[in-house]
């Protein structure tokens, strides 16, 4: 062989490893930017749950939390006029569909925007949960959170009968 005829063989693999050098590379950043895709399409899809989660207390925790709330009598003088809520007892028919966690009749929320009012529970003096299907007087303990950072979170609680027949 001659030397020019050497000179192409090498040229001709050399263009062979250079061409497979860049299929392999081809094929690794497909993988990749496969790879990539397919984290954000579950970043994506899992950013919703991680929120809803994320506003999941435990139960040990929050029960600790809305106890170590204060009453709204200890912090009514540090809130404003319309971060005072004020719940007046309710009474509920026998067998009345009722959901304490959204029922707010008797609850007086002067601006929403302000504040935050969640319900926490609902039980009568031998610690049952609320049922409009047993007659009994329940205590439901609701707490409030200020929508800014600054404000005061305090406890409420109302009266619920639930009248016999």
Known sequence: MTDTQKEQKRSA??????????????WTNRVISGFLSAIMMMSAAAA???????ELIPEEELKAYVEALPE????????DADEIVTAKDLEVEFGAEIDLKKDFRNIEIPDKEKVNMKFYEAKDADKAD????????????????????????????????????
């Open 13 to 26: 693999q050399s263009a062979e490893r250079n061409e497979a050098r860049m299929r392999k590379k081809k």
């Open 130 to 165: 609320f049922s409009t299907g047993k007659a009994g007087t329940y205590k439901a303990v609701y707490y409030v959170e200020p929508s800014n950072e600054q404000g005061t979170a305090f406890r409420q609680e109302r009266i619920g009968a639930r009248k016999t027949w």
């Open 72 to 79: 709204l009598d200890q912090v009514k003088d540090t809130l």
């Open 48 to 54: 919703p749950a991680t929120a809803f989660a994320s």
